[in-house]
């Protein structure tokens, strides 16, 4: 809070001033995170969350109060709500009941009626456009296949990411475990020095 409160010329402006009350409710209000608050904040599909757990960390929320409110929220609540937007989605009798409610507000706006034939025509168009199928490839025309695509290269990369880390981790556990022991041996040597180090008898 203290760092929020020490202003600089930038914050003077509208947006700064804006910026820094929502940091400061942001951060007071973080600090009540419980249960409910992760769960909620597990169950809605929001790009946030990752800050969220950020947050957690840091004002040392348990772990597994953590984990269980992220376990319920995203495998069970997030899922369900997913499932059921997509299952909408796809619904045709659905998008078209919608789609004649929504003709039906948007005819009663003045000036929206003489406009909205012709735009339904087009969206029609492009929808009639967009769902038709493709005609099938005849099995005899072949053209090269180089099997690259977009998948392909990003798995790859994704991939090479992935080995990247484990080679880093495994690095620095071995790092780590070399200098412990090197540190055992530098022990035992100085308390060996310091045992056989002869005392000088003064006459």
Not at 75 to 86: D, G, N, R, S
Not at 151 to 162: C, E, G, H, K, P
């Amino acid at each position: 809070m203290e760092d929020l409160d020490a202003s600089t010329a930038e914050d003077n402006g509208i947006v700064g001033r804006r910026l820094k009350q929502m940091k400061s409710w942001l951060l007071s209000h973080s600090q009540y995170l419980n249960f409910w608050t992760i769960l909620l904040l597990a169950s809605i599909p929001n790009p946030l969350f990752d800050l969220a757990g950020i947050m957690c960390g840091q004002f040392g929320i348990p772990f597994w109060q953590f984990f269980l409110a992220t376990l319920f929220g995203k495998a069970i609540i997030k899922t369900h709500i997913q499932t059921v937007l997509i299952i909408s989605v796809c619904n045709n009798q659905l998008l078209d009941w919608v789609e004649n409610e929504l003709i039906w507000v948007l005819s009663h706006i003045p000036g929206v009626a003489s406009v909205l034939p012709k735009l339904i025509a087009k969206l029609h168009a492009a929808k009639d456009k967009y769902l038709v199928a493709a005609p099938p490839v005849a099995a005899n025309v072949q053209g090269k296949n180089w099997g690259v695509s977009f998948a392909s290269i990003w798995n790859t990369v994704v991939w090479l990411v992935l080995l990247n880390f484990f080679f880093k981790i495994v690095n620095a556990t071995a790092q780590g475990f070399l200098k412990t022991q090197q540190e055992k041996e530098l022990t035992t040597i100085t308390k060996k020095s310091q045992v056989s180090k002869p005392i000088d008898v003064v006459d």
